[in-house]
């Protein structure tokens, strides 16, 4: 099966509810299988992602603050 790309991020929601309705009416449930693995696969890369930032915030504030006395932020000082 084949993840759909970021350009197609946006309208896998309305393929979703379209192949639903589809698989629902008997049409076969091949899609419906194809946007699930999609949605799973970005939900888990998005999951990791946020571990990981926790994890560098934890650091962070561990590490107290930052030399230069500028806050820092989750994308870095300012």
Known sequence: MT???HD????TWLQL???IEEAEAGHGTARLTEICMSV??????AQFQ??????????LAQAGPARTGRPVTATGPR
């Open 3 to 5: 993840s759909l790309t």
């Open 50 to 59: 946020i571990t990981q930032l926790r994890a560098r915030i934890h650091v």
């Open 40 to 45: 799973y696969g970005a939900l888990a890369a």
């Open 17 to 19: 509810l379209s192949a």
């Open 8 to 11: 197609q991020d946006i309208t």
